[in-house]
Structure formats: structure tokens, C-alpha cells
């Protein structure tokens, strides 16, 4: 039985396949993909060529260009064999932290039975330990980034927009410093530390950009370098709400109204105002009340409105006392959705 | 009575903490939550120790133990308190109860309790008006998969009295255990009463 996490789309399964495809040519029948339904941006690959590739991703990416970035940062582990090359560098790693722990307590043990103070041994082989253990998480870090300038060389020879690696990062830090500032706190990058396995980001956006102005400098682009928005946006247009409402009902309201606001870059759409109307709603403080009300009133205007836009323009407007024309939004969504799981909610609401 | 508490409870096992025992509740009268809501469970329960993240309004029995089945009372939470205790800074956090909340608002609160928490899928299915606590309010059916990829069934009946929230949920596998522990659930729910 397959896993309720995992996303039921075919049509978009096959719309992700044909993009691993148009970057890894041949390789790409090793792999194998799966969406799914978790709100955190991340896409992961294991050895043995599964590729797992978050909602919370699909619902930050702006183009097709954008989202092949991301995977062929994830077909670069695998088709360098980080995990191998991974677990033989712990393997090896570890043996030689365990040899010289070992031999440190018994000269150690040696050394005290000779009289002297053993310590000093134990001491020095806990720092090579140390200087060990760091150096795997340095590993990891470098096999990051070269990742990273892989999936760009994947990017460039598939001729999408090299520097779409460079945007999502930039998307994240956007996103992660609204969020931050939204809760008043200071923005904190999770990746600088020594025990950090992903270089820091403000430094992977860095070689991420200079990589694909470098590369624009080798490569001629002519017709290639492609951003597939328009196919972007056919593929993954029936899902993009369920995408968006996943984020917005974390209640995080910065990374929220990032969200909505970049997409709305390319046009507003009722979705992305309703969603709009539900940051405010969820965040409760005051004066939301009415920002949300003016949201939905925004949404329901617009043609791809999703029925649930009716229910709320209808209880944010009886909230302001409009109580007639609140009464006439719930019947509409009763209209647009007379089977919702809420109906006989909705019909006491409108009896009271 | 957040998923967060199975993970929490099972961490605790592991780690042989120092924990706060479980309780047996007998069968009879009980005053739950806070002494705020008096109820006649038929059976035995086991009383859930309370976690940092619990709320003074909260309170969570559970049949099977909490990964299998967990029903929790929420006793008159006063307007401006969330369901759980959070801070101030936490990126994604439960939208504070108000009296004021419309359906819609309640089930979207309860929701983000399960969502904020990590849930990543949490599908309604039933809202409708419903009896408890001799006045009117509303019940929530709802399924959900938390990480553990263990799909899970809850119920939640909850109203607005004086402006504050009472409420029971019972959240369970959805294979066998909700299904087994709903009806005493119904039971309790219907013998719930203010003291």
C-alpha cells in the first residue's frame, strides 16, 4: 500500500519526470520519484536512485527552470555517489577514531603504570577525534557544493536559466528574514556551523551565482536558457492551491505573506488572495479582522476563487456586523459546494 | 493532546526519565481539565502525565496508550489563550482562542494545532452543529498522518460558554482503535456536564 504522504497527482508525476528527463537524458530512468506531502522546502535522494521531492518545495518554485535547479542538485549526489563515497568516508572516519581512542588509553594505561600521568594521551587523542568528526560535516559541506555546480552544468546543458538556482536560494533567505522579522526575531542562518552538513546559504547563493555567470560567460546561449514558466504553470496549476494552503495553515505569517506576494509578482489570482485573507485570519491581532474581510472581498471577484473564498468573505463579513451580505456569500458557497464537509454547519450559521 | 505529545511520551519511555507516573482514573464521576468539567466515564482510563507543552485548561486520558488512541478535555480556556503553550517567537504557532471565532475560525485553530506541529496531512470531514455540554456547538471529524505515516481518525465536540472554550477530542488509528474507543468517547461526552 503506498503511503498516504505520498502526493496522488499522476498527471504532475509525469510533468516531474519529463523534467529529470529533458536534465539527465539516460540516467534519469535510474531514478525514481516521488512527491510528497510535506510542507518543509527540501527534495532528497538516496542511493539506491529515490528521489523524494517535497510539496513544500513544489510550492516555492516560480518556473520549471526553478524546480529542475533543485533536482539536479539532488541527481548530482546521486550520480556522483556522495551516499557511497559518504558512508565510506564515515567508515573510515570511524575506524580511526575508535583506533586512536583505543590506542591512546592504553598507552595511557601504560604510561600509569609506569607511574606517569596517562592524560595527556587521552587528551590529544579526543582533539585528533574531534578534528575528525568536524572534517566529515567539511565533507559534507564540499560535496554540497559540488552539488550544487553540477546541477548548474545540468541546468546550462538542458538549456534552462542557469542562474534559477541562485533565484531559490535568494526565494529562501527572502523568505526565512520575513518569517524572522514576523516574530521579531533576528534571522539566523541554520547552515553556519561546524556541525552543519549544507554550506551557509548566503555562501551558496554566492558560487551558485557566480557558477552561472561564469558558465553564461563559456556557454552561447541563444535559443536555450529557458525559464518553462508557462509549462510551470499548466502542470502544476491544479495543485498550486493545495501547495499554498499547506504553508499558510502553519500559521507562520512572514514566510506566508512572502509566499503570496512572490507569486503574485507574476498576477493576483483569487487563490492567492484568499490565502491572503487566511494569513490575516490565522494571525488573529488587531486590525486583521478587517484586512482579511477586504482580502476575501478581493478573491471572490476573481473567477479562479476556490468556494471556501465564499465561506470566508461570508463569516469575515458578519464578523463587521454586514450580516445580509455575509448571509449571501455562505449561500453562494452553499451553491458552489453544496456537498462540503461544513454544509450543515455552514446551513446553521445561516438559520441563526 | 497534540501529536507533538506522542513523540514526546515516546522519547520518555527511551530515555527512562524521571516522569511524572500515569494515573488509573476509575470508573464513576470525574472532574477533569482543570476541575472544570465533570464526567462519568463507564470503564477504567489511564491519565496522561502532563508535558511541558500543556496548557493548566488541558487534560488527556488515554485506552491503548497515546500512539494508539488519546482523548483530551479542554476545560474553559480563556479568550487570548492558545490550546498550548507556545513562545513567543515560534515561527509557526496555534492562533489564540477568541470568543468571538466563527466556525470556520475554530476549525482552522484546531487544524494549526495539528499542522504547526508537523502534520502534514490533516483533511476535514465533517463539521456540523452538535450538543454538548447542554448547549450548542460544533463537531469536528477529522483524519490526519503525522510523520510516523500511521493514519489517524479524531473527533472533536467543543463550545462557547461565557467566552470560554470547552472541548473533547479523541484522536486514534484510524485501523481499530478510534472506531473501538468512539463509542465510550460518545459516552463521555454525552455525560459531560459543568460542575
Given amino acids: 500500500m503506498e503511503s498516504d504522504l505520498i502526493l496522488r497527482a499522476p498527471d504532475f508525476h509525469s510533468y516531474v519526470v519529463t ?3 529533458r536534465l539527465l537524458g539516460a540516467s534519469a530512468q535510474d531514478l525514481r520519484i516521488y512527491l510528497v506531502r510535506d510542507p518543509s522546502f527540501n527534495a532528497s535522494m538516496a542511493p539506491n536512485g529515490m528521489m523524494l521531492v517535497h510539496t513544500g518545495l513544489l510550492a516555492r518554485v516560480h518556473d520549471e527552470a526553478q524546480l529542475a535547479s533543485v533536482l539536479g542538485h539532488e541527481a548530482g549526489h546521486y550520480l556522483r555517489k556522495h551516499s557511497v563515497e ?7 572516519k570511524s575506524a580511526a577514531v575508535a583506533f586512536i581512542g583505543a590506542g591512546a588509553n592504553a598507552v595511557a594505561g601504560y604510561a600509569a603504570l609506569q607511574g606517569y600521568d596517562g592524560q595527556s594521551w587521552i587528551d590529544l587523542a579526543n582533539a585528533i577525534n574531534n578534528a575528525i568528526v568536524l572534517s566529515f560535516f567539511r565533507f559534507s559541506r564540499q560535496q554540497e557544493s559540488e552539488a550544487d555546480a553540477f546541477g548548474i552544468g545540468l541546468l546550462a546543458r538542458a538549456g534552462y536559466n542557469t542562474t534559477s538556482a541562485a533565484e531559490v536560494w535568494q526565494q529562501l533567505i527572502a523568505e526565512r528574514k520575513a518569517s524572522a522579522a514576523a516574530r521579531d526575531k533576528k534571522y539566523r542562518d541554520q547552515s553556519v556551523a561546524a556541525f552543519s552538513t549544507h554550506p551557509p546559504s ?12 561564469n558558465l553564461n560567460k563559456d556557454v552561447v546561449v541563444s535559443s536555450g536558457a529557458e525559464t518553462g514558466s508557462a509549462r510551470w504553470r499548466r502542470a502544476s496549476q491544479p495543485y498550486f492551491a ?22 503574485a ?8 488572495r484568499y490565502y491572503q485573507g487566511e494569513i490575516y485570519r490565522l494571525r488573529g491581532e488587531s486590525g486583521d479582522s478587517e484586512l482579511a474581510a477586504e482580502a476575501y472581498a478581493a478573491a471572490v471577484e476573481h473567477e479562479d476563487a476556490p468556494p471556501e473564498a465564499w465561506r470566508a468573505h461570508g463569516y469575515s463579513l458578519m464578523k463587521l456586523n454586514r450580516r445580509e451580505d455575509g448571509r449571501s456569500a455562505l449561500m453562494r458557497y452553499l451553491e458552489l459546494q453544496p456537498d462540503a464537509p461544513d454544509a450543515a454547519m455552514v446551513r446553521f450559521s445561516l438559520s441563526q | 493532546m497534540s501529536s507533538q505529545r506522542h513523540l514526546i511520551v515516546l522519547s520518555m519511555i527511551f530515555l527512562g526519565a524521571c516522569a511524572a507516573p500515569y494515573t488509573l482514573v476509575p470508573a464513576g464521576v470525574a472532574r477533569v481539565a482543570d476541575r472544570a468539567i465533570v464526567v462519568q466515564p463507564t470503564s477504567t482510563w489511564n491519565r496522561i502525565p502532563k508535558t511541558s507543552d500543556d496548557v493548566q485548561w488541558e487534560e488527556s486520558w488515554t485506552k491503548n496508550g497515546p500512539l494508539l488512541d488519546t482523548m483530551a478535555f479542554i476545560g474553559g480556556l480563556p ?23 466563527s466556525p470556520e475560525d475554530l476549525v482552522s485553530m484546531i487544524e494549526t494545532n495539528y499542522r504547526a506541529r508537523g502534520v502534514a496531512v490533516f483533511e476535514v470531514e465533517v463539521v456540523e452543529p452538535a ?3 447542554q448547549s450548542t456547538g460544533i463537531r469536528l471529524d477529522y483524519a490526519f498522518v503525522h510523520a510516523d505515516k500511521l493514519p489517524r481518525k479524531g473527533r472533536c465536540v467543543m463550545t462557547i460558554i461565557g467566552d470560554k472554550l470547552y472541548l473533547m477530542m479523541l484522536e486514534g488509528a484510524a485501523s481499530h482503535y478510534f472506531d473501538s474507543v468512539l463509542p465510550e468517547f460518545q459516552q463521555i461526552a454525552a455525560s459531560a456536564a459543568l460542575p
Wanted: aromatic share 8%; hydrophobic share 40%.
Fill in chain 1, 265 to 272: 509578482q507574476e498576477r493576483w489570482s483569487g487563490v492567492l
Fill in chain 2, 79 to 101: 479568550d487570548g489563550k492558545a490550546l498550548v503553550r507556545q513562545k513567543k517567537k515560534d515561527d509557526r504557532q496555534v492562533p489564540p482562542f477568541r470568543a468571538s471565532m
Fill in chain 1, 19 to 21: 523534467v529529470v528527463e
Fill in chain 2, 131 to 133: 450538543h454538548f455540554l
Fill in chain 1, 86 to 92: 559518504n558512508w565510506r568516508n564515515l567508515r573510515r
Fill in chain 1, 242 to 263: 493545495s501547495f499554498i494552503e499547506e504553508q499558510i495553515r502553519l500559521n507562520d505569517p512572514g514566510a506566508g505573506f512572502y509566499l503570496i506576494e512572490r507569486h
Fill in chain 1, 202 to 213: 548566503e555562501v551558496r547563493l554566492r558560487d551558485l551565482m557566480d557558477t552561472a555567470i
